[in-house]
């Protein structure tokens, strides 16, 4: 499995903006699909976006279309998740995930996963 490390998050207000980055461990990361996740407390971790391996195909959950932007860097194994207009409703553990194991791009099913990085959106 690849190491995942995310980092980026924090305390934001209302409309305002984070950049998240998951580092991995594995050069072999770069020619594979990746996703982000997130888990709100008292419910269960759902997709936020994915990306292929080259980093022209990306797919979102319609809660955060058009104002999420996942983008990866694979010269350096990094990928990114750039959220604008965020809502209290974007408050929770965001998780990276590699080494796709079952699904599409829009409903993947991955077998590693980071520690997740912290974003919390005041009202």
């Known amino acids: 499995q690849v190491q995942l490390v995310e980092s980026g998050g924090g305390l934001v207000p209302t409309g305002g903006s984070l950049r998240l980055s998951c580092s991995a461990s594995?050069?072999?990361?770069?020619?594979?699909?990746m996703g982000w996740f997130r888990q709100a407390p008292g419910k269960e971790r759902e997709f936020v976006a994915g990306?292929?391996?080259?980093?022209?195909?990306?797919t979102y959950a319609d809660s955060t279309k058009g104002r999420f932007t996942i983008s990866r860097d694979n010269a350096k194994s990094i990928m990114f998740l750039q959220m604008n207009s965020l809502k209290p409703d974007d408050t929770a553990m965001y998780y990276c995930a590699a080494d796709l194991v079952a699904g599409s791009l829009s409903n993947p099913s991955f077998s590693s996963w980071g520690q997740g990085t912290q974003v919390t959106v005041s009202s």
């Open positions: 990306i292929n391996w080259s980093g022209i195909l990306t």
């Open positions: 594995r050069d072999t990361v770069s020619s594979e699909a």
